[in-house]
């Protein structure tokens, strides 16, 4: 069974600093995605990654993959307040597009 | 409208009734999933269909039927609903990973249901 694991499930930004949200996966896949999603809201597609060593970027957000070492980081640059959300890291186990996500990381950036 | 539709976006139903959650795309993705979100477990996956008349379990498929006659509909039937059954559900489609558009899974907006 694969399990998706990601840390810290809490995180309070300062606006204008750096963090990292990390996501760790319990068996080989080159398949990870990147979902927001916002209080009662759906879930908002962010990044595809692909392969080995991918690295995506989209404003303050870059989302990289390690399939070696089985995971995945969310870089965050200079928290704003718009970054205020619930992030998921999911995993494709067998190319089967189905997907095994993480618990979630709820981020709150304050002032 | 392109996109992802489910309805109705809130149900309130009795323990023991039946309750069809419903699940329309427009993109002629070949697969479609439903999960359910819950407080402490996060998504897990009920469903899926990789084409029309093609469907397969996930994690918790117990208690749930899908069906699957035409590719743009996918949709979930409690059988005989339960409060472990109250949750958001939210239905997702897929193209294939070779078109150049690929983007992963594409959610609805989710149905809040409640089991009395």
């Known amino acids: 069974e694969l399990k998706v694991e990601q840390n810290p499930l809490f995180l309070s930004m300062q606006e204008g600093k750096n963090y990292t949200i990390y996501c760790n996966y319990s068996?080989?896949?080159?398949?990870l995605y990147w979902y927001r999603q916002d209080p009662g809201k759906s879930l908002e597609s962010l990044f595809v990654?692909?392969?080995?060593?991918a690295v995506k970027q989209e404003g303050r957000l870059m989302a990289s993959l390690d399939t070696k070492a089985r995971l995945s980081t969310l870089h965050i640059t200079a928290a704003v307040h718009d970054l205020s959300a619930t992030y998921f890291c999911?995993?494709?186990?067998?190319?089967?597009?189905?997907?095994?996500f993480g618990a979630g990381t709820t981020v709150t950036v304050r002032a | 409208d392109a996109g992802i539709t489910q309805s109705p976006r809130y149900k309130i139903t009795e323990t023991g009734r039946q309750v069809t959650l419903m699940c329309h795309q427009t993109?002629?993705?070949?697969?479609m999933f439903w999960y359910r979100q819950d407080l402490g477990h996060g998504l897990r996956l009920i469903y899926y269909?990789?084409?029309?008349?093609?469907?397969d379990k996930g994690e918790v498929p117990d208690g749930y039927v899908v069906s699957r006659s035409k590719t743009e509909n996918f949709p979930l039937t409690l059988e005989s609903a339960t409060r472990s059954q109250t949750s958001v559900y939210f239905c997702?489609?897929?193209?294939?990973?070779?078109?150049?558009?690929?983007?992963?899974?594409?959610f609805g907006q989710g149905t809040r249901l409640t089991v009395v």
């Open positions: 993109w002629s993705h070949s697969y």
């Open positions: 999911a995993v494709e186990g067998s190319n089967d597009y189905k997907l095994s």
């Open positions: 997702a489609s897929s193209e294939s990973l070779g078109t150049a558009s690929y983007r992963g899974a594409f």
């Open positions: 269909s990789a084409a029309a008349d093609i469907t």
């Open positions: 068996t080989t896949s080159d398949r």
């Open positions: 990654l692909l392969s080995n060593g």
